[in-house]
């Protein structure tokens, strides 16, 4: 089992940053951030293994989004700049053990509470 603590959520405007937080329970092979809007499904945002190599991002936040690991605290940020409404969603992050480079939400086996994003026009 691996417990996941989410924070770091809130409301900007457009152009603005925040950063969130996912601090796991126990190591697990990769930790992901996913999105979820109102009506839509559940979407990947990007990947950090816990063991080095760089991050995997979807195309809709690449540049603007950064995921970094801070090992000796068992914790993932997810770093977002340039903050449009379209990224207003709930926010998750995940962890799985396989080791391979998974986007899909199925291909993750726990899961933390979520915390909204809400960027302002």
């Known amino acids: 089992q691996v417990q996941l603590v989410e924070s770091g959520g809130g409301l900007v405007q457009t152009g603005g940053s925040l950063r969130l937080s996912c601090a796991a329970s126990?190591?697990?092979?990769?930790m992901g951030w996913f999105r979820q809007a109102p009506g839509k499904e559940r979407e990947f945002v990007g990947r950090?293994?816990?063991?080095?190599?760089?991050?995997t991002y979807a195309d809709s936040v690449k540049g603007r989004f950064t995921i970094s690991r801070d090992n000796a605290k068992n914790t993932v940020y997810l770093q977002m700049n340039s903050l449009k409404p379209e990224d207003t969603a709930i926010y998750y992050c995940?962890?799985?053990?396989?080791?391979?480079?998974?986007?899909?939400?199925?291909?993750?086996?726990?899961w933390g509470q979520g915390t909204q994003v809400t960027v302002s026009s």
């Open positions: 995940a962890a799985t053990n396989t080791g391979m480079v998974v986007t899909t939400a199925s291909q993750y086996d726990y």
């Open positions: 126990r190591w697990p092979y990769a």
């Open positions: 950090i293994a816990w063991s080095g190599g760089v991050a």
